[in-house]
């Protein structure tokens, strides 16, 4: 059985951020991610975690500057000091929290770009080498342009040749199904292929991107095959609720922990 984790940024946002940790456990869920947790303090959030009983399961690196548009600035010519601070801001979350994984966001650049590829290729393994000394895998995760234009890393075989290219063992991708449905299709087999390299995996609808029960992809099927494939990690809840995201939880309740 899948070990789903809540996504805080987008479930359960009719509670306050910290309010949400346990709003999701007492839903049933054993596992949170979220996008970013650096507007609360790692104490404050890791007690949220052992009060609930909760394990962190992914975050994000911090990206850049996300209300001017930034989505990241591994692919950013000129960032890498800044690349630098930020890795040792998120392991200090890390270290509270108890994360195994975190995400590095590219930025928007465009992906023919030679120095942007060159910048990214650099961030990448800088970042790698230095979650591994701390026990981390570093994920990246290709995202599409819909969703978010202008995005450098939008292709899967793009994200794949870097991991392969690399050969970093801690250096995995995050298969997000929504994504990869939007950018390529052929989910099933994608995952069979890829799961070796794979850290991390979330869902949603598609084209909705909301609870994973319906609409274009047959949900009960991918989890069973997610289990076929004896994946032991965690499946993020990446989706925005239609309604209440209590009212939205029917799909989850086989999977709930009691
Ligand atoms: O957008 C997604 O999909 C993510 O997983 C985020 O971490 C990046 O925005
Ligand atoms: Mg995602």
Redesign the pocket.
Known sequence: MPTFAANLTMMFNEWSFLDRFDAAADAGFAAVEY?FPYEASPEAIAERLTRNKLQQALF?LPPGDWAAGERGIAALPGRFDELKSDVERALNYAAATGVKRL?L?AGLADPSDAEAASCYRRSVAYTAARLAENGIDLLI?P?NGR?MPGYFLNHFGAAERLITDLGLPNLKL?F?VY?RQILHGDVTMALRRLLPITGHI?VASVPSRSEPDGEELNYPYLFGEIDRLDYRGFVGC?YIPRDRTLDGLDWFKPFARR
Do not use: A, R, S, V
């Open positions: 996008l994000n995400h966001m995760e995202i969703n995050q997000d994504h979330q990446e």
